[in-house]
């Protein structure tokens, strides 16, 4: 049990479709973070919430809207994605991501994607 | 750019073998780095990690790292494995000062046999 949920945990869709994945946190956390993880490639980073801003986006298609309302929910909003958007996609938090990169993030469990 | 590379893809090993898992990275500063662990069916999580202080990191369930500059490694051993030891291992750097932001290998399975 890592305090972090992601839902759904599966999701197909097809590329005109307007779908959410919903990640919550329940460790008292101050940042989160949207990553991709595709097959045979490293995880990517695609965003870093802290205190409910935006501190990063790694150069990600507009067709990924992240959204953080507070502090324990963050949100990635999917809106005419192509095949090969199919991937796991993991949310993760951390304390305070100010203390130099040093915190320990806590993952979910992933969101297995399938784009038609 | 960062970037980390783990030499091995699949590493097999029977019970009570020793364990090093090689992880190199590329950036001239100065960086945290990370061991993530991750068993099957199970989350991400962390092994171990390193910011400062002695090189030699003593992590979770017996597994060391060993951060030597000179080589920009961090490699991962354990004297002795278990079957329960199965799993996938990631390493992972950030710049220090960043803002948590980890670059990853693509990992490395490892199968103990019985």
């Known amino acids: 049990e890592t305090g972090v949920t992601q839902t759904p945990r599966h999701l197909v869709m097809g590329m005109t479709n307007k779908k959410s994945l919903k990640c919550e946190q329940h460790l008292g956390h101050n940042a989160m973070y949207w990553y991709k993880q595709s097959a045979k490639k490293p995880l990517e980073l695609m965003f870093v919430y802290n205190f409910k801003e935006q501190t990063e986006n790694n150069s990600v298609p507009s067709r990924f809207s992240p959204e953080c309302p507070n502090s324990s929910h963050l949100f990635l909003h999917l809106h005419t994605l192509q095949p090969e958007d199919s991937a796991l996609y993991l949310c993760?938090?951390?304390?305070?991501?100010?203390?130099?990169?040093?915190?320990?993030?806590?993952f979910g469990p992933g969101t297995r994607l399938t784009v038609l | 750019a960062q970037s980390v590379s783990q030499h091995n893809h699949h590493v097999i090993l029977s019970e009570a073998a020793s364990l090093e898992l090689g992880c190199n990275y590329s950036y001239g500063g100065t960086v945290n780095l990370f061991w993530y662990v991750q068993y099957p069916g199970q989350h991400l999580q962390l092994l171990l990690k390193?910011?400062?202080?002695?090189?030699l990191v003593k992590g979770i369930k017996g597994f060391e790292a060993e951060f030597i500059k000179s080589k920009f490694s961090f490699n991962l051993r354990k004297p002795s494995v278990q079957w329960s030891d199965t799993a996938e291992y990631f390493c992972a750097v950030n710049e220090r000062g960043s803002q948590g932001n980890l670059i990853f290998g693509k990992g490395t399975k490892l199968s103990v046999k019985p």
């Open positions: 390193y910011f400062s202080g002695d090189p």
């Open positions: 993760a938090s951390s304390h305070d991501p100010g203390g130099g990169g040093t915190d320990t993030q806590y």
